[in-house]
């Protein structure tokens, strides 16, 4: 199977989000960041970031109570709620214009049924990434649903050899997305976008040093915010991955090809969007 090229043709049939002169933040959406654990805050702080810097307009997090006090000094944009059972959580679930569930968390028994709940309550595009896609086979298959594999995920979720994944991406991307009916992204140094009933898409925009811990999560949370604003599930995904690898060619001209650190990914994303919304 042959993917085809996203090109600027593509970005300017499928525009970004205009913002007007009157939007408010409830205008550009609200997103649900669950992620985090006492062991990892700092992936949901990445989440985060990215999904403001993105320019959704009101956040939540919601993470492990023991992380909540690292957590919440560094983000006085956002409210921050233990991540348990109860009128508060189940509310902002219901207040979302998109989730992004599992950045910083094991594939386990916990994020398994974290994930489930999370999928049963929500009708809003919901980004499912690290430790979430282990729950996949055991949940419903909804098309609001974007998946962010790199390609050791996507042989655990494909049944197929990492090899085999790397060696037959856009195959394996393709099918996938056409058996589960979602939205794949399947993360490397050249990225797939699939989705049932359409060509598999390829991105090569990135760049090497975005090989760096916690740059996933700043993809995922971009993600989550370009479809609170109201971005589609496959555009939202392919808009996020422009916007993540612009930013990785950005910070190497700047700080240089390789160091940058993934914490510094999102605060390129203002000046891009600015650009490519021109």
């Given at each position: 199977?042959?993917a085809?090229?996203?090109?600027?043709t593509?970005?300017r049939?499928?525009?970004?989000?205009?913002?007007?002169?009157t939007?408010s933040?409830?205008d550009?959406?609200s997103?649900?960041?669950?992620?985090?654990?006492?062991?990892?805050?700092?992936?949901?702080?990445?989440?985060?970031?990215?999904?403001?810097?993105?320019?959704?307009?009101?956040?939540?997090?919601?993470?492990?109570?023991?992380?909540?006090?690292?957590?919440?000094p560094?983000?006085?944009?956002?409210?921050?709620?233990?991540?348990?059972?109860?009128?508060?959580?189940?509310?902002?679930?219901?207040?979302?214009?998109?989730?992004v569930?599992g950045?910083?968390?094991e594939?386990?028994?916990?994020?398994?049924?974290?994930?489930?709940r999370?999928?049963?309550?929500t009708?809003?595009?919901?980004?499912?990434?690290?430790g979430?896609?282990?729950?996949?086979?055991?949940?419903?298959?909804?098309?609001?649903?974007?998946?962010?594999?790199?390609?050791g995920e996507?042989?655990k979720?494909?049944?197929?050899?990492?090899t085999?994944?790397?060696?037959?991406?856009?195959n394996v991307?393709?099918?996938?997305?056409?058996?589960?009916?979602?939205v794949?992204?399947?993360?490397?140094?050249k990225?797939?976008?699939?989705?049932?009933?359409?060509?598999?898409w390829?991105?090569?925009?990135?760049?090497p040093?975005?090989?760096?811990?916690?740059?996933?999560?700043v993809?995922?949370?971009?993600?989550?915010?370009?479809?609170?604003?109201?971005?589609?599930?496959?555009?939202?995904?392919?808009?996020?991955?422009?916007l993540h690898?612009?930013a990785g060619?950005?910070?190497?001209?700047?700080?240089?090809?390789?160091?940058?650190?993934?914490?510094?990914?999102?605060?390129?994303?203002?000046?891009?969007l600015?650009?490519?919304?021109?």
């Amino acid at each position: 199977m042959n993917a085809k090229p996203l090109t600027a043709t593509q970005w300017r049939r499928h525009p970004l989000p205009a913002i007007g002169a009157t939007h408010s933040k409830e205008d550009r959406g609200s997103v649900l960041i669950v992620a985090g654990s006492e062991h990892t805050p700092g992936a949901a702080w990445l989440a985060a970031v990215a999904a403001l810097r993105s320019g959704a307009g009101r956040l939540t997090v919601a993470t492990a109570s023991g992380a909540i006090g690292n957590l919440a000094p560094g983000l006085p944009e956002a409210m921050v709620v233990p991540l348990r059972v109860g009128h508060v959580f189940e509310e902002c679930i219901v207040k979302a214009d998109s989730i992004v569930i599992g950045p910083g968390w094991e594939p386990n028994a916990a994020s398994k049924r974290w994930t489930q709940r999370l999928l049963a309550r929500t009708k809003c595009p919901v980004v499912i990434d690290a430790g979430a896609m282990h729950a996949w086979g055991d949940v419903e298959k909804p098309s609001r649903c974007i998946l962010t594999p790199h390609a050791g995920e996507m042989a655990k979720l494909s049944g197929h050899t990492r090899t085999y994944v790397e060696n037959n991406a856009a195959n394996v991307a393709g099918d996938f997305a056409r058996r589960e009916g979602v939205v794949l992204l399947l993360k490397g140094a050249k990225s797939f976008l699939a989705r049932r009933d359409a060509p598999v898409w390829i991105y090569e925009g990135g760049h090497p040093g975005l090989g760096t811990s916690g740059s996933g999560d700043v993809l995922a949370g971009c993600i989550g915010g370009l479809a609170a604003r109201g971005l589609d599930p496959f555009w939202a995904a392919a808009w996020g991955a422009h916007l993540h690898g612009s930013a990785g060619r950005h910070l190497a001209k700047t700080i240089g090809p390789t160091g940058f650190l993934a914490r510094e990914i999102a605060d390129a994303f203002p000046s891009l969007l600015r650009s490519m919304q021109r």
